[in-house]
Structures are given as C-alpha cells and as structure tokens.
C-alpha cells in the first residue's frame, strides 16, 4: 500500500491537450497587459512610476487570483466563464476610453481604467491559472503564450489596430480556451455519467487498493487511483479496460501539496468526486511495546493516520459540494489490541476517532464519513504470503456486489466504524 515517497505526477491523459489552454490564456494576458499599460501610460505623468505602477498591478491582480484559486484547484466553468467576462468587459473599457470624449476627464476614470483594463483581466486569469499547475507543462505552456503575446501586442497588435480590437481579440483567446478546456474535459471522461471516486494505496493488482478500484469501476464509478510509485499508471490503464474510466496519479500522501495535486487531478478529469476511499496504510511493524522505538511507531502513525487525515482535508471542499462520502480502513485491532502490534493497534485507533470526530463535524455540510474494519482480506497479496491462514478473512472486496447500489444504502450512516469479519472456510 502506498503511503510515502515523493513524486507528484498528475495523471493523465488530458495533461497534453491541457497545453493549448494554457498557452492561449497566457497570450491573452500578456496582450492584455501591454495593451493596458501602454493605453494608459497617455494618460498618466512620470512615465517611469507609471510603468512600475501598472506592471505592478498586472502582477499583483494575477498573483491574487492565483492565491485566492488554492493550489491544485481545479478549474471549473464558471471561472472560465468568469475570466471571459473580465476580458469583455476590459474590451468594454476601452471602447469607452477610447471613443466616448469627457471620459478621461472624470475624477474616477483613471482608476476604474486601472481596474477594468489591468487588474480585474490579470485576476481573473490568475483564478483560472491557478489550477492549470496540475499537469505537467502547462505552466510552461502559459508562459510561452505570454511571450507570444507580448511580441504580437508590441510589434503589430498596439501600433497598427485601434484598442478596443486589440482587446476584444483578447476576449476572442479567452473563448477559444474556454472551448478548447471543455473540449478536453469532455474528451477526457468529463461528461461521461457516473460518480466519481478517488482510491489511495494502489501500488500493485494484489492489494487492496486495486480490489476496491475495480469493484467501483465495474460497478459504472469514474475512478482515480494514486500511489507512491510509477506503477500507478500501469495499473489504472489495466483498469481502465472495457471502456472503464479510471486515471492514476503518483504521490506522497504525506505532503499536502501533492495531497491536493490528487484532488485537482480527480477534479480536472471528471470535474467533482462522490468518494474518496482512504486505504494507504498497512502493517510493517511486529514488535513488543518495549521493543519499539518512537520512530517506528511514527512511521505507523504516518502510513495509516496522517494519510487518511491529509487525504480527506484535501478533498473535504469537493466533499462538501457534492455531499459525498469518506471512506477510511481502520482494523478489529483497533477495539481488540494484539500483543506485538501496540504501533499498528494505536494508528487504528487514531483512523476510528479520527472518523467520528470528522463526521460530526461536517454533517451540516451533508458529508458522510465512516470506517471499515476488516480482517485479514482475501486479496492475491495476502494469499500469496499465507496472511489468510487460520484467520478472519473478509471476501467483500472480492465478491460481486454493486458499489452504487452499496452507497445508496448506506446514506443514513456517518460517523461509523463497521467490522467486517467472516470465518475462513464458511
């Protein structure tokens, strides 16, 4: 099971297409932003200050927007609908600046052009930038749009077309972004129907991890499975046969930023998440109490707790819009202790209460939280290394049962953890 190790790489098929975007985003800005500045460097004494002013605007009015979008959120409509409205409105601006006579003359002008023409474009550019870091190359991408942008602003767009031209093609980029994202999204999975879920600790077919995925994508769910290894692409391309929809992600769940890199992923391939199934962990500790050191029971704490808590705070936001659930793997060791497992027992225990406490409090945001607690589970991993002998086993991740049906059941219920526990041989 996957829990530890760096290496954020965002999934995904849609990370290249996601480039055309990118570039054509960042060439708007960048036009935008010359054009701005040199229509309203006219109208403003000191022509040093005024330069420093306005790019300061433009970068300051971006570096908000991308603040205020959070790291690794993913885009949406309505901010692609909110950018192209910023655009036309600057358009709007300038059309007025430019032909309406007395409108420089008003006290207020110069600062409403300011807000129109730069800042409000270079916000709304950065709420919708900010979750284009999710994929590789895309911030490339943008910056190589800017470039671009910049060249065409000042060697031909400014010199030889009147303003309001110039910025109504950059509401023109705007659109075609706008379209060329949804076209992406839609090629991607995004308007395929179903629910959507993320899976943690998918690191080989054998583990529980895989089980659970095939089961819910069987089952109609759009899935997203991460793991701390590059195997996790190979894994959810095996998935993702007959015409399932599962993508992969590496990461550390143990880093929050990559933590939400997963979210974002999920995000920006299905556009929301139903599910998240906390099952990262595992036990790698068999030893007395007055054996173990602080540093193994860390790293027991870290695989099976922290992981389940950094996960399910990245994803709470999405949780909250589509009132989902959380699905976390606790253990019968958590209520009933084994001796030499005082580590492994304690990180259990900290997935119950972590369970409960996180039910409680979100179930005015309609966001059921539970844990399940099976045995030894009857996966080729644990057959392979005898774990199932002579133990409780549990066969649920194994069986034929529908995973919507099981989560349409199971509405009423939060704050829970429920034992699974089956005698071998029944």
């Not at 965002?10 to 960042?26: C, E, N």
């Not at 490339?140 to 093609?169: D, E, K, N, S």
């Not at 999204?185 to 529980?208: C, E, K, W, Y």
Request: a positive charge; proline letters at 4%; hydrophobic letters at 50%.
């Amino acid at each position: 099971m996957s829990y530890g190790q760096p290496g954020p790489q965002a999934t995904s098929a849609s990370a290249i297409p996601q480039l055309l975007p990118a570039f054509l985003l960042g060439a708007a800005f960048a036009i935008t932003a010359a054009a701005g500045s040199a229509l309203l460097l006219y109208a403003t004494r000191g022509f040093l200050r005024a330069t420093g002013l306005l790019i300061a605007v433009a970068i300051g009015a971006l570096t908000a927007g991308v603040w205020v979008s959070g790291v690794g959120t993913a885009r949406t409509r309505a901010r692609w609908v909110w950018t192209l409205l910023a655009y036309a409105s600057a358009a709007l601006a300038v059309q007025l600046w430019s032909m309406v006579p007395g409108v420089r003359g008003w006290a207020a002008a110069n600062s409403l052009a300011l807000l129109l023409m730069l800042a409000l474009p270079a916000y709304a550019t950065g709420l919708l930038a900010g979750g284009f870091r999710i994929a590789g190359g895309t911030g490339i991408a943008a910056l190589g749009g800017g470039a671009v942008g910049v060249l065409l602003a000042t060697g031909m767009l400014i010199p030889r077309y009147p303003p309001p031209l110039v910025f109504a093609g950059t509401a023109g980029l705007v659109l075609l972004a706008l379209l060329a994202d949804w076209q992406r999204a839609a090629t991607a999975g995004g308007a395929m129907p179903g629910p959507v879920a993320i899976v943690t600790g998918v690191g080989s077919r054998g583990q529980l991890g895989y089980a659970i995925a095939a089961r819910l994508a069987a089952a109609g769910w759009r899935v997203l499975i991460t793991g701390r290894s590059e195997a996790v692409h190979q894994l959810a391309a095996e998935l993702a046969g007959a015409g399932r929809a599962v993508g992969g992600t590496r990461a550390d769940l143990l880093d929050e930023a990559q933590a939400r890199s997963v979210v974002a992923a999920a995000l920006d391939r299905y556009g929301r998440i139903d599910g998240l199934v906390n099952v990262a962990g595992g036990l790698t500790l068999v030893r007395p109490v007055a054996d173990t050191h602080l540093e193994e029971l860390q790293r027991e704490l870290d695989r099976n707790l922290a992981t389940a808590l950094v996960m399910s705070r990245a994803a709470l936001p999405a949780r909250r819009a589509s009132r989902g659930a959380i699905v976390s793997f606790a253990s019968p060791a958590a209520a009933q202790p084994v001796a030499q497992l005082a580590a492994y027992s304690a990180a259990k225990a900290g997935v119950v209460a972590f369970t409960g406490a996180l039910a409680r409090e979100e179930q005015a945001a309609g966001v059921r939280v539970n844990a399940v607690a099976p045995g030894v589970v009857d996966t080729e991993q644990n057959l392979a290394e005898g774990g199932a002998g002579g133990a409780h086993v549990s066969r649920a991740a194994g069986e034929s049962r529908n995973a919507t049906t099981s989560a349409t059941a199971a509405r009423g219920i939060s704050g829970e953890t429920i034992c699974v526990l089956e005698p071998s041989g029944e």
